[in-house]
């Protein structure tokens, strides 16, 4: 690359952070909530097993977003099936090794 070339790719760089300013601090206030509700979740997993409902109820997270991160955690290997409790299954924070 010429310093020519440099400069013109550090003044696009520069214009391009500028003009989406907006959107990464939107993008990053929504990973910081997510990751927070996922601390949540693993908190009341970790504590005893629990229906999506029941942890809903427990975190104040509505059961449509819990869903979703279980869903996630789970394919993950974050949390694992522990049974069933009626007709929803029981999850919770899968052991971790040592």
Known sequence: MTTTQTLSRAELLKQLR??????????????????????????VFREKARTVPEAAESTGIPANKV???VAAMKKYGVVVEAGMCGDYPLYKKAEEEA
């Open 18 to 43: 500028t003009t989406h300013a907006e959107s990464v601090k939107r993008a990053q206030e929504l990973l910081k909530e997510q990751k927070k509700m996922q601390q949540e979740l693993c908190a």
């Open 67 to 69: 869903l979703w991160f």
